[in-house]
């Protein structure tokens, strides 16, 4: 289209916030809140680290890490890296675009097959 037809370019601009993290992400919870926005929080699923260990120590102050007490805050620990909230239509652009581009990664690597 030329601009008589309405349309323009645009030039955007990317900056990275000196706040800005990368973190890994596995999994996703979330839902509807009471404003009717979308919220999600991101997380990354790990085997569960335990509560606290007792070790049984050595006359020469060693303990053996394997032997001794645990107790477990669980199997699995599902650590949040990050919540977001967004408009409903923001969410619905962003899951598109994450599974094309899950897509394109997928056939990427099988042709690298």
């Given at each position: 289209?030329?601009?008589?037809?309405?349309s323009?370019?645009?030039?955007?601009?990317?900056?990275?916030?000196?706040?800005?993290?990368?973190?890994?992400?596995?999994?996703?919870?979330?839902?509807?809140?009471?404003?009717?926005s979308?919220?999600?929080?991101?997380?990354?699923?790990?085997?569960?680290?335990?509560?606290?260990?007792?070790?049984?120590?050595?006359?020469?102050?060693?303990?053996?890490?394997?032997?001794?007490d645990r107790?477990?805050?669980?199997?699995?620990?599902?650590?949040?890296?990050?919540?977001?909230?967004?408009?409903?239509?923001?969410?619905?652009?962003?899951?598109?675009?994450?599974?094309?581009?899950?897509?394109?990664?997928?056939?990427?690597?099988?042709?690298?097959?």
């Amino acid at each position: 289209m030329s601009e008589e037809q309405g349309s323009r370019e645009v030039s955007i601009t990317f900056e990275r916030s000196q706040s800005a993290v990368s973190v890994p992400v596995n999994g996703v919870w979330g839902g509807i809140s009471n404003d009717l926005s979308v919220w999600a929080a991101f997380y990354h699923e790990r085997g569960a680290l335990p509560n606290y260990i007792t070790l049984e120590v050595d006359k020469h102050g060693r303990g053996d890490p394997n032997k001794g007490d645990r107790v477990a805050r669980g199997d699995v620990t599902r650590e949040v890296q990050v919540t977001m909230q967004m408009s409903p239509e923001s969410a619905i652009s962003i899951g598109n675009w994450l599974i094309q581009k899950g897509k394109d990664a997928v056939k990427e690597r099988e042709s690298r097959k």
